[in-house]
């Protein structure tokens, strides 16, 4: 039916690759409520991954064909990006939840 996982957890079922990781901000679609768990699909290209930075160095990623590279460190992830990814609505959603005050 579709990619299934629990809150923080990840999966290589999308053409073997790596779905998301924790932190990652991430667009999904809810096709089952089945025994009280979520169960989401990210198979259509507007869902996935929207924006995550580097686990690397911290700053942000540029979309690449294949997942996603820091322009800083060359560091390459491999995700199943959205079509959306890195639109200016996702960066500062982001930065609104980790901002330190």
Do not use: W
Request: hydrophobic share 30%; net charge neutral.
């Amino acid at each position: 039916m579709g990619n299934n996982y629990n809150s923080g957890y990840r999966e290589r079922n999308y053409k073997g690759k790596l779905l998301f990781k924790v932190g990652d901000i991430i667009r999904g679609r809810v096709f089952s409520l089945l025994n009280s768990s979520l169960h989401i699909t990210l198979e259509d290209k507007d869902l996935g991954v929207v924006y995550t930075i580097c686990f690397a160095c911290g700053n942000d990623l540029t979309k690449v064909p294949g997942g996603l590279k820091c322009p800083s460190c060359d560091n390459f992830e491999e995700r199943k990006v959205s079509s959306d990814y890195g639109k200016e609505a996702f960066t500062t959603l982001y930065d609104k939840q980790y901002s330190i005050e």
